[in-house]
């Protein structure tokens, strides 16, 4: 069995602040472990994924994420946010060696960058 | 380009008209999954299809249905629509392992 929690469903930052999403996660096999990005009215984009190679994973548009597994945790950061950083983030988890890749999602985390 | 489509985008209907979304790849991924997504629960894997003909439930399978005829389509049926289905619905597909899943751009269904 596998599950995701997401630390917060709204976070509010200043544009240029650092930027910290909480992903803590459950599975009883080692884990390969996503976040996904979705802008209003569109579908989800791949921000980064960790599949057991190196714990700290850089994405698109800036973002990281480190996979620690003593805290069962992959928080995803950004040092500055942007403006254009504002949406609906989420993290993912699948349980690593199977193939049909079921992905159990996070409730979601709504960003809100103000100026 | 790789892409994943699905129609129709938007969808209101009645309860108990039966309605099919489908969803097309064209990546020649084995693998395809419908999800829906509701405020506050995040995503949740409604049925996933690891082959032509070979399909199985996912974690809210009731009162859905699906097929697999061909590899690149996978739509949703959905017999007797109710209004606990309204939803945002994403069809998804992968090359299978640690591959990246592709999303569509989702469908938005409400059921009156």
């Known amino acids: 069995a596998q599950s995701v929690t997401q630390l917060g469903s709204h976070v509010s930052v200043s544009e240029g602040a650092l930027v910290l999403l909480r992903c803590n996660y459950s599975s009883s096999v080692p884990p390969y472990l996503f976040w996904y990005v979705q802008y209003p009215n569109q579908g989800l984009q791949l921000l980064l994924k960790y599949t057991s190679a190196a714990t700290l994973v850089k994405g698109i548009n800036g973002f990281e994420a480190e996979f620690k597994k003593s805290e069962t945790s992959f928080h995803l950061t950004k040092p500055s946010a942007h403006m254009s950083d504002a949406a609906e983030y989420f993290c993912?988890?699948?349980?690593?060696?199977?193939?049909?890749?079921?992905?159990?999602f996070g409730q979601g985390t709504i960003l809100t960058v103000h100026p | 380009e790789a892409q994943v489509t699905q129609n129709p985008r938007y969808l209101i209907t009645v309860t108990g008209k039966k309605l099919t979304v489908t969803c097309s790849q064209n990546?020649?991924?084995?693998?395809m999954s419908w999800y829906r997504q509701d405020p506050g629960l995040g995503l949740r894997q409604i049925y996933y299809s690891m082959n032509v003909e070979v399909t199985d439930k996912g974690d809210v399978p009731e009162g859905y249905k699906v097929s697999r005829k061909e590899k690149r389509n996978f739509p949703l049926i959905l017999e007797s629509p109710s209004p606990n289905q309204t939803s945002l619905y994403f069809c998804a597909t992968h090359g299978g392992g640690t591959d990246t899943q592709y999303f569509g751009p989702g469908t938005r269904l409400t059921v009156l």
């Open positions: 990546m020649n991924h084995e693998y």
């Open positions: 993912a988890v699948k349980a690593g060696g199977t193939s049909y890749g079921k992905l159990t």
